[in-house]
Structures are given as structure tokens and as C-alpha cells.
């Protein structure tokens, strides 16, 4: 992780370990488990607690970080709340976890050293998921990246398992079959 990214995580760390449970995603996610990636931008998801947005932003210009919408509808109906790192300029999401699948990934998620800041991070195989689910081109070569490097530890069954599930809960049929091709793709039998 780029100097950048390292003084924008301590700062949030700071702040988020005073809000509740939380783990790095997205990107930097890639980046911390060795995949080189170009991004600029920090993803995390948090359960506020408590759920006070408006004190939470309060902290957050206290620790350097401006409110990069100042919609409320925006974060309401998105459940996303951007942010720009003042010192940096490195833009910052801040997703609110919700029930069920966010709150099994803040479950399984590990403390990891980056850059000499403790931060929680996706567990491998959660993001995984959260990579497939959103099914950008480039999101499907992190998958690879990924699978390239760390599928042998993986429980497939258990991506298998919950890939099914999202596809029950959101009426569709393409995730297990695009976690399969891949598979076959990077590591053929």
C-alpha cells in the first residue's frame, strides 16, 4: 500500500474503532492479500454503533476526512456515506453493514498489519463473493488474481454455498455458474 493509503487508514482506524465492527474491502483488500491493483480509493463497511450518522460525521471532519455528498437521501437509500481524505485526497466509502451477509463477513473478518496500521480485513473467501457479486470486468480479474493465489486455502463449497443463496435472494442464476467458469479457467482439473 502506497504512503497514502497507510496515513488515510490510520486516521480511520482511529475513528471506526470507536463506531463498531468493521474490515477493509474493495481494492485495497486485493492489494493486502498481493495482488498488484491501481486504485486510488478505500473501501470499508462499518455497524454504526451507536447508529448516530450525523455524530459519526461529526468525528470523522474531526479526524481529516470531508463529507464528499451532503445528501442524506443518498445515504439513506445507498447505505453509502463517501468521504475524502483531506491530507491525501484519497476517496474513502464507508458502507453500513446490514443484516445477514455483511454481518457474516464482519464475523469472519482478521486483523491484519498494513503498512504498520491494524486494520480488519475481508476474510479471502468473503471477498471473493462480494467481488463476484458485483461482476465488473475488473472485479472478475480480481477474482482471478485472487483464486490464482489463494484458492487452494479456500472453502469453494462454502462461496458455492452462499453464491447459491444470493442467487435465491436476488433472482438470479449467473453467480455460481461464473465462480465455476472461473475456477475451471484459473485452476483446470
Known sequence: MQPAGR????????VLNRWGRWYLFGAQAVVAYGVPRMSADVDVTLRLVPDEPDRF???????????AIQDPDFVRETRVMPFVHTATGMPLDVVFAGSGLEEEFLER???????????????????VIAKILAG????????????????????????????????????RSDLVSGFEAMRRAVQPR
Request: hydrophobic share 50%; charged share 30%.
Open 7 to 14: 496515513d488515510l487508514l490510520a486516521a480511520l482506524a482511529a
Open 136 to 171: 465488473r470486468p475488473k472485479d472478475i480479474e480480481d477474482v482471478r488474481s485472487l483464486w490464482r493465489l489463494h484458492g487452494s486455502a479456500v472453502d469453494h463449497r462454502r462461496i458455492r454455498r452462499l453464491l447459491r443463496s444470493l442467487e435465491a435472494a436476488l433472482d
Open 57 to 67: 460525521v461529526r468525528d470523522m471532519e474531526a479526524a481529516g476526512f470531508a463529507l
Open 109 to 127: 473478518a482478521k486483523t491484519t498489519d498494513i503498512g504498520g496500521v491494524e486494520v480488519p480485513l475481508i476474510d479471502v473467501a468473503d471477498l
